[in-house]
Nanobody
Framework: QLQASGGGVVQPGGSLRLSCAAS????????IGWFRQAPGKERETVSC????????YYRDSVKGRFTISRDNAKNTVYLQMNSLKPEDSAVYYC???????????????????????WGQGTQVTVSS
């Protein structure tokens, strides 16, 4: 089971760190992605990281502001979000690509359909 946490209300320009923790299963051999969905909009990919952390993906609008990382010893993936903007407001979800066990650290699906195990979301609101 995946659990996303760390969301909240922050002013524009502020920061939040989201965590995605797994219980009962190891994330060590799987790519992990962060996704978000705003009201009335489709779910979109924010950032993804390979099993070893050596390969990452960011959508253009968050490059330079967000950083994804993972601590396999803690079975946790993080999303550090800086310089937040109102358009970053959404429910953020983490998901694991459990259909592929990747030992090379190169597998990073970018689309939501590449991820099979989803956690509950955490709300991020950026507002003054």
């Amino acid at each position: 089971q995946l659990q996303a946490s760390g969301g909240g209300v922050v002013q524009p320009g502020g920061s939040l760190r989201l965590s995605c923790a797994a219980s009962g299963d190891t994330l060590e051999y799987h790519a992990i992605g962060w996704f978000r969905q705003a009201p009335g909009k489709e779910r979109e990919t924010v950032s993804c990281i390979s099993s070893t952390g050596s390969t990452t993906y960011y959508r253009d609008s968050v490059k330079g502001r967000f950083t994804i990382s993972r601590d396999n010893a803690k079975n946790t993936v993080y999303l550090q979000m800086n310089s937040l903007k109102p358009e970053d407001s959404a429910v953020y979800y983490c998901a694991a690509a459990v259909g592929v066990a990747d030992f090379s650290g190169t597998y990073v699906p970018e689309a939501p359909h590449g991820y099979q195990k989803w956690g509950q979301g955490t709300q991020v609101t950026v507002s003054s």
